[in-house]
């Protein structure tokens, strides 16, 4: 598995926080860990899916991807 924090444009509001939050955790071999305004951190299985599929859900909400940095596992 790979830790991912996500830095996503466009969310002001819980509303954001939720409609990011069950786009990733509908995706398959995605562990979401947390989603707050502006930023995600999940962990995935890149075999299963990979970080642009990711990605692509959350622009697919109508948000953007600034940019995505991997991180050392908890």
Do not use: F, W
């Not at 947390?34 to 959350?58: F, K, L, M």
């Not at 953007?64 to 050392?72: A, D, F, H, L």
């Amino acid at each position: 598995m790979e830790r991912v924090t996500m830095k996503i444009g466009g969310m002001s509001c819980g509303h954001c926080v939720a409609s990011v939050k069950n786009a990733l955790s509908a995706l398959e071999g995605v562990d979401v860990e947390q989603v707050a305004i502006g930023q995600a951190v999940i962990s995935h299985d890149p075999a299963v899916t990979s970080t642009e599929v990711i990605a692509q859900a959350v622009e697919d909400e109508g948000y953007s991807v600034v940019s995505t940095e991997n991180v050392q596992p908890r």
